[in-house]
Each structure stands twice: as C-alpha cells, then as structure tokens.
C-alpha cells in the first residue's frame, strides 16, 4: 500500500471494513475488532491514525516492532479459534503506520477471550445474542446444515403422497419411463411399490433413509418438510411468503388489490411456487404483442423471468432467520424480498455472472426435481435476459423507494408506467402503438392444476382424466376453452380446433 492509497482510505472515514486506531493501547478491544472482522466480511486495522480527527500519528521504529508483534499476538490469543492476519508497515510522511488486513473468518462464529461474540455493525461493533444469527455464521462456514436439521415429532405420515410420488418420477425418470408410469396413472400404485420400482426389496421409509431425507435418528429434515410435507408451516412456520398488490407505490399503503391470504400459500415449496405464480398472472397486466386486436397478451414481465427469481427465493433462502419471503406489487415496480443477504462472499456482480454457490446445499440439489430450474447458476442471466431492467440490492441500500433490512437480498423489477394505470384500459408498446390490456382472473384450484399438468401437450381425455370427470362438451366448455379463451393454454394445432390428434399446452 503507498502512502496515498492510504490517504484515500482515510479520506473515506471509517466504513464497515475499514478501522482507524492512534495506539494499542487496549489489548481486549483490538481483539474485539479483530473477531468482529472475522465475523463479517474481513477488514482492515490501521494503527497510526486518530479515529476521530483522521490525523496521522507516525509510529517510531520501536513502536512498529512491538505493534507488530501484540496484533499478531492478540490474534492469536485474544481472538477463538485464532486468525491469520497480514501486517504491513506503509511509510508515510515522517514515519510509518501499521495496516493489519484481517480475512472474513472460515470458522465462525469467532468470539473473544471472554466467550463474547462480535460483528461489524457500520463503522462500529456489536453483540450477537441471537441464535439465528449465529447459525447463519455457521451456515455459510460448512459447519452447519440447516436443510439437514430434524423437524421434531414430525413423521412420514405427514409427507404428501402425490409431491413425493412427482419427486421419484422425475428423479429416477428413466425407471418409471421403463414402466409406463406417468402423472396420469400414477394413482394406481402406493409409494411403497414406486420405491420398490427404484430399488427391489425396499420401502419409501428405506428409500427416504438412503436419499437422507430421513435422518439415522429416524426424524424428517427440514428439506423433507420443505419438498413434501402436507401441512409445511404446521412444523415450519415462517417457511412461507406475504403476496401483497398495493395501490400506489409505498410498501407503507394501506389500500391494496389484492393480497393472498395466509392459508392459500400453505404448504410445500412446490405450491408455494404454483401459488405465487398464480398471483403475478392475476396482477399483473397482459399487453398485446401482436398487430391483430383480438389476439392473447403476454404478461407485462417475462414469466420466465419472475419463475427464476421466484424459485431462487424458495431455494436459496436463508432458513435460519425467521422470516418470510415478501412478494410486493407496486404500481411501478415489483420487489421479491428473500431473507437472508448472499452466502459465503457473493457479490451482485457474481449473481449475475451466473456464479452459483447455493446456501442450502441439500435442498438445493432436490428441489431441481420438482421445480423448474437447472442448478446450473444460468437462471439468473436467462431472467436478465428477457428483461434486463431488474435490479438487485444485497442488504441496506440507500434506495428511499424500497424499504428493506440488511439481511435480505431484493430484487426489483420496474413496470412500465403506462402499464400500471389502474384506470385505464390500455398500453403502449415501444411503437407506441395503443394495445388492449388483457386481466387474467383469479384461477381455480381445479384451473391452476390444469394449467401446470399441461406444461407438456395433453389430450382433453388427459386433462379430464386429470380432474377426475367426464369428457363432455360441457366439461370441455369448463375446463379447456374457457382457459384458451383467457389465454392460460392454447392448442398444438390452432387453425383446426376439433382435428383428432388436437392437444393442449400451457401458453408461455
């Protein structure tokens, strides 16, 4: 470091990783400030600059010596466990000053010598007496798996059947391929005899065992409540998520459109996502792409992009703080709060540069079963893609629109504001060109499940199969044309609406 990079630092003032000290003159907090360091995001201590006037006290070559020798000290017996740190010596004008970089910790929690945790908080330091916190330190170190945790006197009883039956097919694919056993037929057999299909002789209990889902303790694990659980919040409450659609723009508003009720978002992750899909399409506006009046929208914001940033919210929340995820429809802007600021170092830079270092690792790696991402760290890039507006804040931002705590990661989708004028029935794309503006009604139970099973072409037999009714014309009426008619499914073969090999697929 030269002398004037020092000047620069100094000129800045203290900030979050960087604290000024005139002398050692307390062993006990030096060793503070070091396991405060060690349990943030590292930092730097410099020795020779008075903390409150920014003057420059130059150490003598004595004092360099002994400085030098008590922070390697204190590092090593004032600070539990012990950190490595790197001293430099910066000559300056008249003499020189200590600079001591302290790395972000790979063990923590870290604590001083009199059992007291610390963390930078600002320029300044404090306590950490929430276990939430200190399992987050943890987490993000290796040394604890949250995913992994038991859920007490909870049993596989209370697994959802049809989710766990939707898992093994999807991940054992090619077995149940062999044995024709699909979404429509699979009913038919009990997940014992689906597990014996994966491995002869065994149980779904074995099988959850040998998968880890179960613990050798014989308990469930947070990500087996998470993936497959009937009644998740019942054992796992704060596992869920707010949808509000405020009128306005202030997430301090007190007249909304719409907001979801808590028991609709109840339950595994894989409704969770349905769910809170179903509410963007129900909120958000649909313009018209195309030159013909009569034709079907497209949602306001990619649908492609609101399925990666919501499934990065399941996923890679941070499950040891207790809060939920936040879904806010703004007149100008959408915002997905997710608890938890990025793990292990991230940056916003990395996230969109596709880095992809998950912090529930177990859950991670089985959740790409049932929802709709690769695990690839591609997501995020293909969302930008569609639409390159998004913004993403890590913790406190400065932002005076949007409201959020340092220990979330947000994400900000601005709406165009001719699109978001509740009075007025239509839009303007970028030609400016007056557009009909198409509402999407709230979906029925019956109506979404209809819509995620056609993800993939199916017959009207399929569908009404599905749904456990007969194919009539009526029913046809109900549950097909009806959702072509507000743009939920289309036909594979459009221009001939009754031909025989007719079918029916989502419309993206």
């Known amino acids: 470091m030269t002398e004037q990079e020092l000047l620069q630092m100094r000129d800045l003032a203290e900030a979050g990783q960087v604290q000024f000290k005139e002398r050692v003159n307390d062993r006990y907090d030096i060793g503070c400030e070091m396991v405060a360091f060690s349990n943030s995001r590292g930092g730097r201590l410099v020795i020779g600059i008075n903390d409150k006037s920014g003057m420059i006290n130059v150490l003598s070559y004595v004092e360099l010596q002994e400085t030098t020798n008590l922070l390697t000290s204190i590092a090593s017996e004032n600070v539990i466990p012990n950190v490595l740190i790197d001293i430099e010596n910066v000559p300056v004008t008249g003499g020189a000053v200590v600079v001591a970089t302290i790395p972000e910790g790979k063990n923590k929690p870290y604590h001083d010598n009199k059992g007291v945790i610390w963390v930078k908080n600002g320029a300044d330091k404090r306590k950490v007496f929430d276990n939430s916190e200190l399992a987050e330190m943890m987490s993000e170190c290796g040394n604890f798996d949250p995913d992994e945790v038991a859920v007490p006197n909870a049993t596989i009883e209370d697994l959802d059947a049809d989710t766990l039956k939707l898992y093994l097919m999807s991940r054992f694919a090619p077995v149940f391929k062999g044995k024709n056993i699909d979404e429509l037929n699979m009913k038919d057999y009990s997940l014992n005899e689906m597990a014996e299909f994966v491995i002869k002789g065994t149980t779904i209990e074995k099988l959850l065992r040998n998968l880890r889902f179960i613990r050798p303790d014989g308990k ?66 649909k313009v018209q792409v195309e030159k013909e009046f009569n034709s079907l929208g497209e949602l306001e914001i990619p649908y492609e992009s609101l399925t990666e940033y919501v499934v990065n919210a399941l996923v890679h929340r941070s499950l040891n703080i207790k809060a939920p995820i936040r879904i806010f429809i703004f ?152 959702l072509i008619e507000i743009g939920i499914l289309e036909r594979t073969v459009p221009e001939k609406p009754n031909d025989p090999n007719q079918k029916y697929r989502r419309k993206k």
């Open 220 to 285: 469930l694990t947070v990500a087996a409540m998470l993936l497959f659980g009937k009644y998740t919040q019942r054992w796992l409450p704060v596992m869920t998520a707010k949808c509000i659609s405020y009128m306005g723009n202030s997430v301090g508003g007190t007249q909304f459109r719409d907001k979801m009720h808590d028991m609709e978002i109840e339950g595994n992750l894989l409704h969770q996502f349905r769910t809170i899909m179903n509410f963007f399409t129900r909120n958000l506006r």
């Open 331 to 482: 007149d100008n802007r959408v915002e997905i709060h997710s608890p938890g600021a990025l793990p292990n170092g991230l940056t916003v830079e990395d996230v969109k540069n596709g880095t992809s270092m998950p912090r529930n690792t177990f859950l991670f790696t089985n959740a790409n079963y049932l929802l709709p991402y690769t695990g690839a760290g591609s997501g995020v890039r293909r969302a930008l893609e569609y639409d390159p507006n998004a913004v993403f804040y890590n913790g406190i931002s400065d932002s005076r629109e949007i409201t959020h705590t340092a220990n979330e990661f947000v994400i900000t989708i601005p709406r165009n504001s001719n699109q978001a004028q509740p009075e007025s029935n239509l839009v303007t794309d970028k030609s400016n060109q007056p557009r009909t503006n198409l509402v999407t009604r709230k979906l029925t139970k019956k109506e979404e499940d209809i819509r995620n099973f056609c993800s993939v072409p199916r017959t009207a037999q399929e569908i009404m199969d599905r749904i456990g009714i007969s194919n009539q014309s009526k029913n046809r009426q109900k549950y097909i044309t009806s």
